[in-house]
C-alpha cells in the first residue's frame, strides 16, 4: 500500500500572476522539460535519458541558482521542484535561451515528491535557499524544515550525498539546527560550528539580496547523512 501523504499546513501560498510569456514558455516547453508527478516512483534516469551526479533544488523561486549551477555542470542533471507557475515560466524561458539540456521541472509540493517520488539514496545533492521564513509563531508549522520531513531528505541522498540550506532569517536558521541536528538520519558537516561557511561557489538570488538589503546576515547549513 502507498504511504499517505503526511497531514501538515502547506510551506507555501501560490501567488502572483505569470507574464504572457512565462505562459507561453509553459505551454511550449513543458512537454520537453516538465516532469509530470502523480504520486508515484518517478525514473530520472529516463527523464534525462543518462546516469549522472543527481542534483534537486526545493523551492527555486525564480531559479538563478538552478540555471547558473546547470550552466556551470553540464556534467549534472538538476532537477527543479517549485510550485511558483511565474519562476516555472521564467525558468523554462532561460532552459530554452540558454539551451540547457540537463534540467527538469517538477510543479508539485517538493514534500509529497520526496515521501513518494524519490529513491532512497538517489541524490547528490539536495539544496534548500532562502525557504520561505514563516516568522509568526502560529505559521512555524508551515516552515518547509519540520523533524518529519528532515529524515526524508536524509533518506534521498547518496553516502556521499549533502544537503545544503542557507537562510536570511536567523530564527529559522535556528529552526533549522534544532530540527535537522536532531534526525538521526543526519550529520552537521559544520560540527560544533553548527553553520558552516557560505560557499564562494553558491550564486546569490533574489531573496539573499533581499535579505542583505534589509541588513540581514546569511546562514549556511550543510549535512551529509548518517551512515
Ligand atoms: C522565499 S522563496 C526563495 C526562492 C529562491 N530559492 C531564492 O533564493 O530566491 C521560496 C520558494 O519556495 C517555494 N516553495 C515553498 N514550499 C515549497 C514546497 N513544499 N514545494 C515546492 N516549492 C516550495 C515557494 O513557491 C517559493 O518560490
Not at 515560466?89 to 532561460?94: D, E, P, Q, S
Not at 533518506?155 to 532569517?169: F, S
Not at 538589503?213 to 551529509?224: N, P, Q, S, T, V
Amino acid at each position: 500500500m502507498e504511504p499517505s501523504p503526511l497531514v501538515r499546513p502547506r510551506s507555501y501560498v501560490t501567488r502572483g500572476r505569470k507574464t504572457e510569456a512565462q505562459s507561453r514558455a509553459i505551454e511550449e516547453l513543458w512537454p520537453a522539460f516538465g516532469l509530470e508527478f502523480d504520486g508515484s516512483p518517478l525514473d530520472l534516469e529516463a527523464a534525462f535519458g543518462r546516469t549522472a551526479p543527481r542534483v534537486v533544488e526545493i523551492g527555486f523561486g525564480n531559479g538563478e541558482n538552478l540555471l547558473t549551477l546547470a550552466e556551470r555542470h553540464p556534467d549534472r542533471d538538476f532537477v527543479g521542484i517549485e510550485v511558483h507557475g511565474a519562476g516555472i515560466g521564467r525558468v523554462l524561458g532561460a532552459i530554452r535561451d540558454d539551451g540547457l539540456t540537463n534540467i527538469r521541472i517538477i510543479r508539485h509540493d517538493a514534500v509529497e515528491v520526496f515521501e513518494r517520488g524519490l529513491a532512497a539514496a538517489s541524490l547528490d545533492e539536495v539544496l534548500i535557499f532562502f525557504p520561505d521564513p514563516w516568522p509568526k509563531a502560529r505559521h512555524h508549522r508551515r516552515r518547509l524544515i519540520q523533524p518529519e520531513v528532515a529524515p526524508l531528505l536524509a533518506r534521498a541522498l547518496t553516502d556521499d550525498g549533502v544537503l545544503r540550506l542557507a537562510t536570511d532569517w536567523e530564527p529559522y536558521a535556528e529552526h533549522m539546527i534544532d530540527v535537522l541536528d536532531a534526525e538521526p538520519g543526519l550529520v552537521n558537516l559544520a560540527g560544533d560550528a553548527r553553520f558552516v561557511p557560505r560557499p564562494d561557489d553558491r550564486p546569490v538570488t533574489k531573496f539573499e539580496r533581499r535579505g542583505e538589503r534589509l541588513g540581514h546576515a546569511i546562514f549556511d547549513l550543510a549535512y551529509r547523512p548518517a551512515r
